[in-house]
């Protein structure tokens, strides 16, 4: 069993900064890419940015320059640093991993529960 727990989101106003956090937890063998999205209101879910256990990154257009994407392979966490917030980027922002659980299993993709961020004045 594998949990994924997101901390960090709330309420900001344009300008600000915010930084998310998600711990994997349980029976957890390798995590291959550890990731975060978000959904809007309205909008499909989207990638925001993603980091491979290389530390290779990928960002959203919308977002580079402003988030930064990090992991602690160690601790099984992924941080996302937000700058510059625009209320544009309101939505719930949920965790991704893609986890190994066995050394000889199947990989398999997990998600956080969400958590909402909201930029507004």
């Known amino acids: 069993h594998v949990q994924l727990v997101e901390s960090g989101g709330g309420l900001v106003q344009p300008g600000g900064s915010l930084r998310l956090s998600c711990a994997a937890s349980g029976s957890i063998f390798s995590i291959y890419v550890m990731g975060w999205f978000r959904q809007a209101p309205g909008n499909e879910r989207e990638l925001v940015a993603s980091?491979?256990?290389?530390?290779?990154?990928n960002y959203v257009d919308s977002v580079k320059g402003r988030f930064t994407i990090s992991r602690d392979s160690a601790k099984n966490t992924v941080n996302l640093q937000m700058n510059s917030l625009k209320p544009e980027d309101t939505a719930v922002y949920y965790c991704k991993a893609v986890i190994q659980t066995s050394q000889v299993g199947p990989v398999y993709n997990y998600w956080g529960q969400g958590t909402r961020v909201t930029v507004s004045s």
């Open positions: 980091i491979t256990s290389g530390g290779s990154t």
